[in-house]
C-alpha cells in the first residue's frame, strides 16, 4: 500500500477519534471512550498492514494531543483539566503508549494467525 494512502487513513482514524473526543456529549465523553476508540485503530491497523501499520497509528495517535495543543494555543475552552502544555504533554505520552500497544497487539494478531509473512517489513 502506497505511503500517501496510509497517511491519509491515520489522518481520517486520528480526526474521528479527536472528533470524538472534543465534541461527542459537548467534550465530556469519558476518556475511557477514547482510550478504547485509539487501541481498537491501532491494533487493526497492525493487523492488517503489520509493521507498515505505524505510519497509520503514529498519525492517528498524533491527532488527539495535537488538537488539545491547537485549542490550547488559540485560548479556545477545553475540557483537558489543568489545560497547561504539561498535562497535554502528559496526554501526549500516555496516549503514545496506548497507540503502541494497540499497534504491537495488531502485529502479534497477524503473526499468530497469518504467520511470518514475507511483505511485513
Known sequence: MKRPLLVGIGFAA??????VDNF??????SPIVIVALLLVVTATVGAIWSWR???VSAIAWVCLPLAHLIKHILGL?????PNTYASILMLAAFTLVVATIGTGCGILLRRLTIGDAKDDL
Open 24 to 29: 461527542a456529549f459537548d467534550g465530556e465523553v
Open 14 to 19: 486520528g480526526v474521528v477519534i479527536a472528533t
Open 53 to 55: 501499520g505505524w505510519i
Open 77 to 81: 475552552p477545553d475540557t483537558l483539566h
